[in-house]
């Protein structure tokens, strides 16, 4: 058979995913000619889609021996590499790869896997918005880029990055969550609500959901819903920021008994708490008045005697001494 017939077969095996029978054709075709470049890529391709990684190195490497400066090739060995475990030759090829092209995707998309996966962030980061500027339609790198961008607090960017995940895929929960608790990073509650909306349609059940949503509508100054989300997030289980939310729902209608009952449900399971703790003490000076407070805190000391925040609660909490009258002269 001659050699292009047989690149053609194989190609169109390739495409179906015959893997074994696509290098089948391209080893016949090398024993015609054991330099030709077309069937040592693709032979190199079909035993990285058999994930016979040795053996796609064997004929990647005799590709690039012929053509170093194929970028698209030498992202494809990092990958190689990468599945073998070989991280340093990985990082290496893909470098290889961005030196000769700089906007190489498969290599930006690759360093930015690779450092994510070993959790440097920040280097995952700048890969993957190269690889966004050249093109923003990629949905899981926005997704990710997006959520990074939220871990630092830098929310702008997440809401540029979730904004243009929903112009991919407007229901896409990820991109739903995101757009919704980064418009809560900066403060844009009301904008928030209808990704918050559509998230709770989409997954009911998800706590981190409720109580992040509960957050924005109290913040909105709707206390009924707000309270309704804590409630159903604690109908599933303990959670201390539902009830946090539960005990500020409470404070702000001016219910104090209620929201400390709710602290004292998370000084229960978390007696060491000092957070908890100053909570009670506010919330028990805006009932009881600063002296009860002040007792409160100094019982919490007795049990806590090195923490530098109860004391200096304690301080601020000391009941005036009343001055004594002026003796007569």
């Known amino acids: 058979m001659k050699l292009a017939t047989l690149m053609k077969h194989g190609d169109c095996r390739r495409k179906s995913k015959d893997f074994q029978g696509a290098l089948t054709h391209y080893l016949q075709a090398l024993e015609q000619n054991p330099e030709h470049c077309g069937a040592l890529l693709a032979a190199g391709d079909a035993c990285r889609g058999l994930k016979d990684y040795p053996e796609a190195l064997r004929h990647l490497n005799r590709y690039l021996a012929l053509q170093p400066q194929d970028a698209a090739a030498l992202a494809r060995v990092a990958d190689v590499y990468k599945k073998l475990g070989e991280r340093d030759q990985a990082v290496e090829h893909y470098l290889k790869a961005l030196a000769v092209a700089p906007n190489q995707r498969f290599a930006l998309m690759g360093l930015g896997d690779l450092y994510y996966k070993e959790q440097q962030f920040e280097e995952a980061l700048a890969y993957w918005e190269r690889l966004l500027d050249l093109d923003p339609t990629i949905l899981h790198v926005l997704t990710m880029v997006g959520h990074l961008h939220r871990k630092r607090h830098a929310f702008e960017k ?172």
């Open 158 to 329: 997440a809401v540029l990055r979730f904004s243009q995940a929903l112009v991919v895929a407007p229901h896409n929960p990820y991109a739903l969550f995101g757009m919704a608790d980064a418009l809560r990073g900066v403060g844009e509650f009301e904008r928030a609500v209808p990704y918050w909306n559509e998230i709770l349609l989409l997954d009911p059940g998800n706590k981190q959901v409720l109580v992040r949503a509960g957050d924005c509508f109290f913040r909105l100054g709707d206390l009924g819903r707000a309270e309704s989300l804590f409630r159903l997030t604690l109908e599933k289980g303990y959670d201390k920021p539902a009830l946090f939310g539960l005990a500020k729902v409470h404070r702000q209608r001016g219910e104090v008994a209620e929201a400390i009952a709710v602290y004292e449900r998370v000084l229960d399971r978390h007696p060491d708490d000092v957070r908890t703790m100053l909570l009670i003490g506010e919330a028990i000076a805006e009932e009881q008045g600063a002296q009860k407070a002040h007792a409160f805190i100094v019982s919490k000391q007795a049990l806590l005697p090195s923490s530098k925040e109860l004391e200096m609660a304690a301080a601020r909490l000391v009941p005036p001494v009343a001055s004594e009258p002026a003796g007569e002269g």
